[in-house]
């Protein structure tokens, strides 16, 4: 009798230690199987290389090597840079003013201004694209709207299919993306705060410079991140409104899983944007250092 | 003697809502004011007004002489310690402390020293580097109070400070502030819904409620001449009886209760014969007499329950007169109430000064 | 053994019955075709199931690559009549994924033009694996206002009288196929490095004229309509079909240079499991009416009838593999990313 419950007991424990085991498992599991050992497995394919239309499985750098040395690879890649801190920064100017304005107003205002501008959201990307195509082709929306008031007479030419173009579309697109965080950074920020530092005879200004932008910075960052990554890895908006100059690297990259079918090569530029982006936001991490827990 | 701080007849209204309705007070020069109210009685909207965080419907707001209408927020010349601290968390105390005079443009060193001095002031000379999520409670609002303090305002504003910390330490956190006023001799105007916390700090109290002044004087005064039955209920413990007022002498008034006739000391003007008045005394006045005694001013009441409280004993009797009241008395638990039982019938009787007479809504 | 192995089968016809049981075989059986959209319109295949009895089943794919990865799984078990471009019947024949033509099986061949019905492009190795089609181009579109009389030569997109009207494909090969044929080189699809400089410079001038690149028929009508564009080097016929539907007056040429061509071509899966249903559809869809209405709903060229227009099937150059693909991305990701 007194060694059957003890037997049970064991059995028991033996079961809960199982369980306990296949949840590491699963909380380890889950995360290498659908995110590292896909990032490992192209990381793997980039040190392989092309020959003949066949993939030769030997370890070379030379996939590497062509970014530095071939053709436009490198050009590209810094100018998609380029244009992607461009975008950044003036989004996230424009989402911080914006986050500001909606963080000023009283709260059931709030939701209401901060749902209009996440509505482009939760419409279709590409809608999106074609949307911004309409509005300034050549006999679209802003065009036709300036002839008609008379402010021109000629269509401007360089709204669509050029840099500004696409310059416009990925601020435009991207601009939720840094909106949200930046403002739930504000929201968090205690209402006394404010209070108390106005009582403590700081202007709104210095309020400002002093409360609520180091506070807001951890969402400031994470903007940035978000508009950075999300523009620098596009390659239809640019391709789709860029005319001409709308060869971004990520188009690069997709060309090369098109005919070309370089998975080689496609992996080791798609090794060198994971890691441009994970720059972004180990830079973006660094800047949050200093930040105290309440 | 003018007032440091004026509320002449303030008014305020949300929508149609009167939140305040007629206050006046007057803050003199070095004074521990404290505004005492049960919640929604309009004590923080007062508070607020003071602060500048919200406007007036009617009155006046005058500091040291000059109207401060039109004085925004970040120029009123006094500090206000908020209910939660409100420390900036991603400043050091350092920074939090020296805020005030680095916004007004102060060189770094004056700062430096300034800080280092109200950091002694307030008992945390070493913990001028750390983060307020590093310091306890008690250490958290010594912090607050130190920034309040280092612009050198001849008044600050303390929203109920201490609400947020425990017994031991509150009780410890009153002594500090007390002393801290005194030293500084500046005035302390203080928001609080504890009794306790007023009757023990204070120099004078105004009490608050439903947006009017109930009365306002020093805690004693206070406590032991209360004039109408929403103080006499709320400083303290207290057995009231309602009547009528029958008769008049000088300050005192003969009550009819439904238990007899009982003798009651006004505090203040008395109103007309016939009135309905309340007398009010408190447990620790009332004597207990064997009911064999024939006393004049006395109730013969009968024993509900004895209940030790440790200092105190708190005997609950019954009337047959005053069904839907028990009344209570407090002896000290020195054995002179072991022969008390329940059951046993009683003569309760006090002095004439202990019974206070209480005019509703007076 | 032997019971077990007949337990096998009897299961595996019970399973293929259940598993076939939705779609209903008509009393001739069944034709599975593996076929490009506009290849299969419903109402031919109505006709055909009433005429014969075969029911019809249509699996469609977007590119070479879904459809051998499709034929590979199988061998071809899945599917009788698989159209694939000329560019690929090698590719498919020496994979043994299709089945030579029966020539006596086909006697709908009659119908083909004089053009196809040598049916030279697919014959190698002394067999014949496909029957011509459907054919196409990648032609000129204009707009006519503009020119009254069609553009004789691709040179026209590099007129700076154009500078920003004209727009391009964007298409790695075929837009190489297309420098190289405006240079005149005689083999579009195997050049040497002095040639691809040669194009890669053709192709790169070019670009300063463009108002832009655009991929797919839908993104060239999209942006002619919204945009003052007046030359497009095409996709195909339907860039001006779909530009004429929408009421532009555009025309469709193919200058004197030349133009790459495409030719689809009807063959027998090797893994067909009933050839009789597959010969059955290939001598219906090869009738003229059938390409006639085909060229007329989707602007494909017929191989049986010379549609109105379409009269240039003997200057376009039949569309093969290139020497290397890898080679020739590169090469176009260098001219977009040209300034």
Redesign the interface.
Known sequence: MSAAPTRSDTSSCRRARALVALRHALNLGLPILFVLIPILSFVLVSFWT?QD?QIVRTFTLANYRSFFT???YL??YLSTVWLSLQVTFVNVTLATAIALFIFRRTPRVRFFILMSFMLPLFMSYIIKV?AI??IL????LLNEGLMALGLIDQ?I?VL??SRTAIFVALAVIYLPYAILPIYLALDRI?A??L?????????AL?GLR??VL??GRPGIAAGAVFTFILTFGDFVTP??V???Q??TFG??VF??F?????WPLGSALAVILLATTLLAVALAGLTLRR???? | MQPLLHLENISKRYGSVRVLDGIDIAVADNEFLTILGPSGSGKTTILRIIGGFESIDGGRLMFDGRDLAAVPINRRPFNTVFQDYALFHHMSVAENIGYGLKVRGRPKAEIATRVADVLETVGLGAFGARYPAQLSGGQRQRVALARAIICEPRMILLDEPLSALDVDLRAQMQRFLKSLQRRLGIAFVFITHDQEEAIALSDRIVVVNHGRIEQEGAPEQLYRRPRTPFIAAFLGENNLLSGVLAAVDGQLGQVDTAAGRLVATADGPLPALGQAVQVAVRPEHITLSPASAATRDALTAEVADIRFLGANILIELTHPALPDTVLKVRRLADGSAADFRTGQKLNLSWAVHDAALLVPGG | MIWTSKAVAASLTVFALLASGAAYAGPKGEVRLLAYEGYADPAWTEEFEKETGITVKVTYVGGVDEQIAKMKASNGKDYDVVTVDTASLKAFADQKLIAPIDKQKLTSAKNLLPAFRSMDNATFDGATYGVPWAWGSLGLVYDKKTFPTPPDSWEVLWDPAYKGKVISLDDANNDINFGAIVLGIKDPFNLTDQQMAEVKAKLIALKKNLLTYFAGFDEGTTIWSENNVVLMFSMGELAAINLQKKGFDVGYVIPKEGAVGWLDNLTVSAGTSNTDAAYAWMNFALQKKIGADMAKKYGYGATTDAPQGMDYADRLIWAQNPENYTRRQAVWNEVKASE
């Open positions: 092309l239309g071939e053709g436009s050009p590209v074609y195509r309409t082709g050549q006999r679209g269509p030419e669509l299919f205690p006394n705060y209070a108390a530092s106005a009582d403590l005879g700081a202007s210095q002093h409360i180091p506070l391709q789709m860029g005319g001409t709308g060869f188009r690069i060309s090369q098109g005919l070309a079918l370089n930040e105290h827990v309440r």
